[in-house]
């Protein structure tokens, strides 16, 4: 698209939004990839629309003059789903960053999709209303782009994904009409499931612009510990033991031992340097209590060392800390590396023999990779810190990360839990669905014919 | 189609299907609707394949002679969703039957979709996993019917409904192509989420024909009760006060005083005839005894009569008869009678208001009808024991239930909260979603463009 052509569609889009209409370099270079290594060209212009119909206008606009375009929240993501190109315009949701209603008996809240989720949670904080939005994926999310990707994250094996906590959706289609998917109430059977089709698709069928969540209580007591273990295998079969307890978990995460180094040197903590479980029990003083002495007795069965508990909110939130720190802990191991970080997701039964080969993978590479993964879940990640530019380590990290996707889709695992699809994962993703694919296919062509919503993520 | 049309599919499916392709009229009859009064005519035949590649090569065979297909579970249905039409073929998944895979360490099961849920319950009793499948409408109901209808019942205030439970589909697409959807990963972020769109989907975009299922722990202990209010506003005040305590209600159930009068005529018992809340609660011994404490505090403050316990299991399963023969109970109130039922389901704070203006609008009509609900997700039944053959007495329960969707959609409610749409909702649905249903009708239209999958069921 040469400049005359850009000349109308920059000037009715300019005429809609005012100064909220960028073809700044800095903004649109801020606009122009993810927190991954992926790479792309910058977008044309970016847009901030504070109203649906601003987005419906954009829209509207865009498809008239065949411009692609790409929805952007916080840009957290990972596998490049919101990397630019030429000729495509971003539409940054951070200006629709309202919260529209909360609705405490009916545990529910709908809020602007650039409402991130600590936003929310303070909000319901200072309103006093005991609730609070559990999803957690780490980052500070908008909620607008956790359920573009179907975020998760380390509550998942207690409060479920965005799946499992969004009740309706608004969105923009791709010729500008304004639809509302779902509702307030907690279940419906009315006709197709829009909300889940929308939830995880990336941005490639719709600009999601409102989003109602379900609320949890907030727990009476909560109580955390960490545990090391001799082997992956042992730490993974408490899991897998504990969970048929019954016990309250609303975290269980798992380190390896070069994950646990990194933390230590990254936090300044002097955690034991072995595979590691961080647990979190919720519920009443007397539940948590009881969870965490089961805990206890099944680490030490499995031939843990110490259960090194944390009520005490100061000490839980230091050691969370850890955990949420670790991807850049994990690129602390290499200073000044850029990161590049795969998650695959497999039945919690063959997750230990997934890590271990992923591991043996490791160890016979040129690289060093840490571990790390939401185990209840049966899903991990793998850190590689790359030195920037270095076009041979990429490749290296690409086709590990290509041959541990095959090891957890042969054991009936999925090649991604919660990092999607977006560029990085497309080549897994007809691996993975086969057939499946040319569904997704005929769906994305009947919705956006002219594939201009956020073109050529998830597949080709 | 004429008779001389027919001759080549019916000779082409019972090539492949020998005396599993049938064209008794008896079979057909039985085969041609649901549960409720809505009537069709006789399919033409009823195909009984037991594989996949069964399924596939009859829906190959109706593609090439534009044979519409109708899925076939128990039957069980009230919305018309497997009513037939002339010249239809009815696919039973009656034998398709078998367990395929049961995995106690990961808690998911993969059946075909002619397995009902009591078989599943009872296979897994057998095999000692102390693990169930918790989602239960009350009818043995087919699972693969459960999912193509988005099912949920009694138990989903606690274990969600088929949309939070199903892990992965094989579906058998319009073309023949057989096509899997989502896996046994506890969560996937690869892709649109199929298995969600074709959850609830109604037998419109494809067959399902396997399902991966997630199952729960079973409970170690469980206490029931019963509990009489003055009015349905202080039951529904005491149940948002429970869900806000934070107590492990598993069921919570709301009968009203009609509804009492029938359950204690059709059961043999006496409860006092008053707006009642059934109650189940789960957990460790001792957490069940502090939430039936708990209960028994909040119902005691909004003016309930004695809270009545039943932790004894045949006592238990007694109470809870009562309530699962509710429908046939609200049909005996009029011996001979066709039971008309109607669902809607709103946010739980305008749940009373909601029962409150059906029940004025049910004094001013000429019908009586009884109303019972799942009140936890503020779901709730109208059953009305018609005269069969009325049509007066049919239009005016059709307008009644008109109205009270009217109701729930002005207060942010759902036209159905799990019986489907079916036939008897196409219209409803359309008030609800609006612009969402063309979107409907595109995804139907792109997945099955020749249109013969349970053609004219959720929308035309």
Known sequence: ????????????????????????????????????????????????????????EIVKICANYSMPIIPYGTGTGVEGAVVAAEGTLCISLNEMNRILSVNADDRDVTVQAGVTRLQLNTHLAELGTELHFPVDPGADASLGGMTATRASGTSAVCYGTMQDNVLGLTVITADGTLVRTGGRA??????????????????????????????????????????????VDAAVNTVIELIRSGVSLVRIELLDELQMDAVNKYSGLNYEVAPTLFFEFHGSANTVAESSKIGGTIASAHGSGD??????????????RARYDSYYAALNRRPGSVGYVTDVCVPISRLAECITKT??????????????????????????????GNNDELAEAQQISDQIVDIA????????????????????LEKEHGDAVDLMRAIKHALDPQNLMNPGKVFL
């Open 1 to 56: 698209m040469n400049q005359h052509d850009l000349i109308n569609p920059h000037k009715e889009l300019r005429s809609v939004l005012g100064t909220r209409f960028s073809t700044d370099s800095a903004i649109r270079d801020a606009h122009a990839r993810d927190a991954s290594y992926h790479s792309g060209a910058l977008p044309d212009a970016v847009a901030f629309p504070k109203t649906n119909s601003e987005v419906s």
């Open 409 to 428: 889709l042969k054991i009936d695992g999925t090649c991604t839990g919660e990092h999607g699809i977006g560029i990085g994962k497309r080549a897994a």
């Open 186 to 231: 907690r279940k419906s059977a009315a006709g197709y499931d829009l909300t889940r089709l929308f939830i995880g698709s990336e941005g490639t069928l719709g600009i999601i612009t409102e989003i109602t969540l379900k609320l949890a209580r907030l727990p009476e007591a909560i109580a955390s510990a960490v545990c090391a273990f001799p082997t």
């Open 307 to 320: 259960f090194r508990y944390a009520t005490d909110e100061t000490e839980r939130k230091r050691l969370w």
């Open 359 to 388: 591991k043996t993978l490791l160890q016979n590479s040129n690289l060093s990779a840490s571990v790390l993964g939401h185990v209840g879940d049966g899903n991990f990640h793998v850190v590689f810190p790359l030195e920037p």
